[in-house]
């Protein structure tokens, strides 16, 4: 399954996405007691990923749904624990390993998804898509969550990445938005020369450094390459992702991103975008609501944010095309011990964060929605607007990968772009790590 359904599904989602754009704490634990007294009650651990601090809307809607499923399901409670992404990804291994996992979970998709489904760890969730949730979502995300015809995962969001950009920068030093690689390059120049920090990259994380790369590959080599460099119909070693990797380092050597990105982790480099020490940011729409709906945020700087499609490269590349697909999605434990009260609880977790992730965080949700009565930001609809033309959607290639491999491109992505290692060789260890597995 791991890599050929991952992106075949995306053509699906596009003319499902016509019904919504007819749209016009860190360690924060909320813990019960656990069984009561009489036995009667009972306990559904949930981990998820998003913290008060930087991730606040989101926070508030999980702990809204929770209120509601315990005020409507007398004698079950939620025991909740929150982490950051990368503090969240690695306990989740972790516990895995000693089958303590939570009874309900955040998880990835494809190659992310298999290795906890080999060994046993997800139970399937068919019964609940032929029950409760039957039709609820957009056609082609619950299928990203598939393996050997069952489905694993129940999926929250729909995400593009795209690069987001300070109009009020941009006007002073009479910038536009670029279309072509070079005219990137000729705006990271002005800025450069003025003082200003170009690009806002946090690449401690890798994955966001990853996107860029993505994003290069996709234009010089077309939409396949990548992909099929990954389930094995071509090679990692093909000139256009060499020469993708080439591109980076053209990049890091015009100093393009902020000082010590290699360094930084990803909300040290949101922060620098948000607080304009920065002219650029790329990332995934799961960040619209920081430029649309977060009334922390000041509105003088969310009125300022655009963004632009990734351009074109030496007049290659189809910049309808993106790297996306569904967020993340919740798993229950197969070893569970409330597996019923488990499952009836990410069932109602979806049904409600699909209106309200909308409402209250301006994201895109993997649920159908008629948003035409939604007063949704302009920025929303536009976004809306580019899935419905996208010509195709590419998985972020982390999650297509097996664990293993990912690890391996993870840390490859920060060695390209520290300049470690040259682009034959960023290739070729791939390519090494790819072959291995089959």
């Not at 434990?333 to 309200?356: I, L, M």
């Amino acid at each position: 399954m791991k890599n050929k359904k991952a992106i075949t599904f995306f053509v699906a989602i596009l003319a499902s996405l016509l019904v919504l754009a007819g749209c016009g704490s860190d360690g924060d634990d909320s813990s019960s007691n656990g069984n009561s007294s009489s036995g009667d009650s009972k306990t559904v651990k949930f981990m998820h990923l998003w913290p008060e601090g930087s991730s606040k809307t989101h926070n508030e809607i999980v702990s809204e749904i929770i209120a509601d499923f315990e005020s409507q399901h007398e004698g079950v409670e939620i025991e909740l624990e929150v982490l950051s992404n990368e503090q969240y990804k690695d306990k989740i291994q972790v516990l895995s390993t000693s089958d303590e996992l939570p009874d309900v979970g955040m998880t990835w998709a494809a190659g992310y998804l298999q290795p906890y489904v080999e060994g046993n760890k997800f139970a399937p969730l068919d019964d609940l898509l032929d029950g409760d949730l039957k039709d609820q979502f957009v056609s082609g995300t619950a299928e990203a969550y598939a393996i050997d015809g069952s489905t694993y995962g129940l999926p929250l969001e729909l995400n593009i990445a795209t690069v987001f950009y300070n109009k009020a920068i941009f006007d002073e030093y009479g910038l536009e938005a670029p279309e072509t690689y070079e005219e990137l390059t000729d705006v990271i120049q002005t800025l450069n020369d003025n003082g200003v920090n170009p690009i806002a990259l946090g690449n401690k994380d890798r994955w966001t450094g990853s996107l860029w790369y993505m994003y290069l590959a996709d234009r010089i080599g077309g939409s396949d390459v990548l992909t099929n460099a990954i389930n094995r119909s071509g090679s990692f070693e093909d000139p256009a992702l060499v020469e993708a990797a080439n591109k980076v380092q053209e990049l890091v050597e015009m100093d393009a991103f902020v000082n010590g990105f290699n360094g930084l982790a990803d909300e040290e480099a949101k922060s620098m975008f948000m607080n304009e020490q920065a002219a650029m940011y790329l990332i995934a729409t799961w960040d619209l609501p920081n430029y649309t709906t977060n009334e922390d945020v000041p509105q003088e700087f969310r009125d300022s944010v655009g963004y632009f499609n990734f351009p074109t490269v030496d007049g290659n590349g189809d910049t309808n095309s993106f790297v996306g697909g569904p967020g993340v999605g919740l798993f229950v434990a197969e070893n569970s011990d409330v597996k019923d009260e488990a499952k009836a609880f990410a069932s109602f977790f979806v049904e409600q964060w699909g209106e309200k992730s909308v409402t209250q965080a301006g994201v895109i949700p993997a649920t159908k929605l008629d948003a035409e009565s939604l007063e949704l930001p302009q920025m929303y609809v536009d976004v809306l607007e580019d899935l419905n033309s996208a010509s195709n959607l590419t998985l972020f290639a982390d999650v297509q990968m097996s664990p293993d491999t990912a690890q391996v491109h993870l840390d490859m992505i920060q060695a390209i772009f520290g300049m470690e290692v040259t682009p034959e060789e960023f290739a070729k260890e791939h390519e090494d790590a790819l072959s291995a597995e089959e």
